[in-house]
Every structure is written in C-alpha cells, then in structure tokens.
C-alpha cells in the first residue's frame, strides 16, 4: 500500500508515530505575547514540553488538519479582532511566525513531514541545487525528497 502523506507525524519528544487519534499540538501563548513554542507530541503527560506551564495551551492533531485545521492555525497566528477586542484586552503580538509556519507546513503540506528529517543530507548531497524558498516547502519537492532519502 502507498505511504499516505498527512497522516502520521513524528513526536517532538519521544520520536514516535503520532497520528490524528492520539496526536496533539501544544504551545503556549501568554497575555504579553502570541502562541510559540509549538510542538507535536503524544497525548500524554510523559510526550509533553509544557505540561507543568500555566501558559500550556493545546489542541488534537486532527482540529489543524484540512481545510477546517488551516482556518484554525490562521487564528492562532492573527486571531478575529472581536476576540482580541474582547478577550485580549485589545493586545495581540504575534507568534514567533517562523515557528508557526514550521508547525503549518507539517500541517498542512503534503510529504513536508516525511521529508524534513532528510533535509540536511539532500542538501549535503546536492538535491537541493537551485531550490528556493518555496521549492523547499512544495509538495512535489518533499515527495521527491521522501523518495530518495526515506524509508
């Protein structure tokens, strides 16, 4: 059967399979600042980065995946203004956007998953020639990736 892309991740403290059943999302996300520190983790205490934190905040996997899960990552990044009028205090700084963007590609884009754990060796090795920013984070590229250098 064909590895399906968008449908199993890699936990960001133990490394093993996360999918949309037991998958999660944290970060935190404070009166003073916009969410940071994103994760994919387990459900479960032992995979938690801000367990102990007062400012954890966190979602299911499954709530950020499709077209639904994008419009969802969009109002982590620039929330409505009635909920910044309303519930922030008219204050929002944004997310460290270069975190969150990391977090949406995985998300949202297929096969960037699968292959970000062989960026450095394509790159090391030339697959990356010629890439641009946008190259990097296409689909049709990561596949690419994913097939030479993957599993």
């Not at 400012?55 to 899960?69: A, M, Q, S, T």
């Not at 960026?119 to 049709?140: K, R, W």
Request: net charge negative; hydrophobic share 30%; proline share 6%.
């Amino acid at each position: 059967m064909a590895h399906m892309p968008l449908t199993e991740w890699r936990c960001d403290k133990c490394g093993g399979a996360v999918d949309a059943h037991n998958g999660w999302v944290e970060w935190e996300s404070g009166s003073v600042f916009g969410p940071r520190n994103f994760h994919i983790v387990h459900n479960s205490r032992a995979c938690s980065f801000h367990d102990s934190s007062p400012l954890r905040k966190d979602c299911h996997i499954r709530d950020f995946l499709g077209v639904e899960g994008a419009h969802n990552l969009q109002a982590l990044v620039q929330p409505p203004s009635f909920f910044v009028d309303n519930f922030a205090g008219g204050k929002w700084q944004q997310p460290d956007l270069r975190e969150f963007y990391e977090l949406c590609r995985r998300l949202q884009v297929p096969y960037y998953e699968e292959a970000r754990p062989y960026f450095n060796v394509a790159y090391s090795q030339g697959e990356m020639d010629g890439a641009n920013e946008t190259t990097i984070s296409s689909p049709d590229f990561c596949k690419r990736i994913y097939d030479i250098y993957g599993e």
